[in-house]
C-alpha cells in the first residue's frame, strides 16, 4: 500500500510535546535514594554502529561498510536546580566517586559498579501526568558537568545544570 499523507494524518492522534520531560535516579553519593529531576532539555538517546569501513564483499567489487557492535551515544540533559543548590552538590558528590575529586586517594579512579546506576526518563504525555515513553539506561553516570552560569542580572532566571551522561546499554519502554 503507498504512503499517503491523508492516511499518515489519520493514524496520529496526536504528537508527543518536547517539552515535559522527569528524570529519576539514584546516585551512588548520599545513600542511593532515588530523586526525580526536572530536566528542560534533553537529547534522547541515538543508535550508533561501530562498524568495519570499506569491507571487499569477495575479495573484489563493491566494498561495504559492516556494522559489528552497538557503540551507546553520549546524552545531554539540562536540569533546573532545586532552590537550596543540592543538585549541584549531589552531582559534584556523585562525580567524587568516579574520580577522587579532592586529591587525597592514592589510585584515583574507581570501578564502574562504585558509581554507574540505572536511571529512568519519563516522556509525559500533553496532559503532563500520563507516561508516553519511558527510557531505561543502564550503567549510566554523568560524564560532564558543565559550569551553571550565575549573576546578579539574572534575578528572575532558574538555575540550570547541563549534565552528559554515558551509559552502556537503553531500552524504550
Given at each position: 500500500m503507498p504512503f499517503t499523507i491523508d492516511a499518515w494524518k489519520g493514524q496520529v492522534k496526536e504528537s508527543m510535546p518536547a517539552s515535559m520531560y522527569e528524570l529519576a535516579v539514584a546516585p551512588p553519593s548520599g545513600g542511593s535514594e532515588l530523586i526525580r529531576v526536572r530536566t528542560e532539555s534533553v537529547?534522547?538517546?541515538g543508535i550508533a554502529f561501530l562498524?568495519?569501513?570499506?569491507?571487499?564483499?569477495?575479495?573484489?567489487?563493491?566494498?561495504?561498510n559492516i556494522p559489528y557492535r552497538y557503540n551507546p551515544q553520549e546524552v545531554n540533559m539540562i536540569h533546573t536546580v532545586d532552590e537550596d543548590g543540592e543538585l549541584y552538590k549531589v552531582f559534584r558528590d556523585w562525580g567524587n566517586k568516579i574520580v577522587?575529586?579532592?586529591g587525597g586517594q592514592k589510585y584515583a579512579a574507581y570501578y564502574l559498579e562504585d558509581y554507574a546506576v540505572q536511571m529512568s526518563l519519563t516522556m509525559f504525555k500533553r496532559n503532563a501526568t500520563d507516561m508516553a515513553k519511558m527510557v531505561i539506561f543502564k550503567?549510566?553516570?554523568p560524564m560532564s558537568v558543565e559550569p551553571i552560569q550565575l549573576g546578579w542580572g539574572q534575578h528572575d532566571e532558574i538555575a540550570r545544570l547541563s549534565v552528559s551522561y554515558r551509559f552502556t546499554s537503553f531500552e524504550v519502554i
Open positions: 537529547s534522547a538517546p562498524s568495519v569501513d570499506n569491507y571487499p564483499y569477495a575479495g573484489t567489487g563493491i566494498a561495504l577522587d575529586l579532592d550503567e549510566a553516570f
